[in-house]
């Protein structure tokens, strides 16, 4: 399985890191010939206004919306969940995402005071042990559409979802040296989905 890390700004080192120690090998794109190539993208946290602008200047925001729309699986973290969702709410004005995970977010939603926080959350993946999440000017999950399964929750708030080929997170699992959600995507998200196709 090739995957793709967004490389255009935001936290792309860190998901390449624990994207190899789930044994794929990551390849960080923002080329169209780059994302031509890959089966599944990660969309890193960061800048989600900044990355969207980027993706239109690079030439690449048609492309990865069509894949994404296509069937590509991809996880977002934070600004890569922003990214992913099909409505923004706190936008900036004019501000575009790739879309098609069927949520609505809300930016920075958890307040500007307390910016950052760190908490212990379940995540359903089926384990018990608890997850150490890092948020960061994150956002949070409004509305969910029928397709969309919520994952994990801070004081009722949605923070982690995921539909058949896209998952999500508010947090950032690539900052916290436990790989366990990119496992996740890697395991039960995108290589299912791919092995459909074949
Ligand atoms: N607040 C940022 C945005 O709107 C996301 C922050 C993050 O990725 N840590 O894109």
């Given at each position: 399985m090739k995957v793709g890390v967004l490389a255009l700004q935001g936290d792309v080192r860190e998901h390449i890191s624990s994207l190899i120690t789930c044994g794929v090998n990551p390849v960080a794109v923002r080329r169209s010939i780059e994302i031509d190539q890959i089966d599944a993208l990660v969309l890193p946290g960061g800048e989600s206004t900044t990355i969207a602008q980027l993706s239109e200047v690079f030439g690449i925001y048609n492309q990865i919306r069509d894949r994404i729309a296509d069937g590509m699986p991809v996880y977002g973290s934070c600004a890569g969940m922003i990214l992913l969702a099909n409505e923004i709410l706190?936008?900036?004005?004019g501000q575009k995402s790739f879309g098609g995970l069927d949520i609505t977010v809300r930016r920075n939603a958890f307040g500007r005071q307390v910016d950052s926080f760190e908490s212990d959350i379940a995540f359903n993946?089926?384990?018990?042990d608890l997850v150490h999440a890092v948020f960061i000017r994150a956002p949070w999950v409004e509305h969910v559409g029928e397709s969309v399964h919520v994952l994990a929750a801070v004081d009722k708030h949605p923070v982690a979802v995921r539909s058949e080929r896209l998952l999500a997170t508010s947090?950032?699992?690539?900052?916290?040296?436990?790989h366990r959600i990119h496992r996740y995507f890697i395991e039960e998200v995108a290589r299912p989905a791919l092995e459909k196709v074949k």
């Open positions: 706190d936008a900036k004005e993946d089926g384990s018990a947090f950032h699992p690539e900052l916290t040296g436990d």
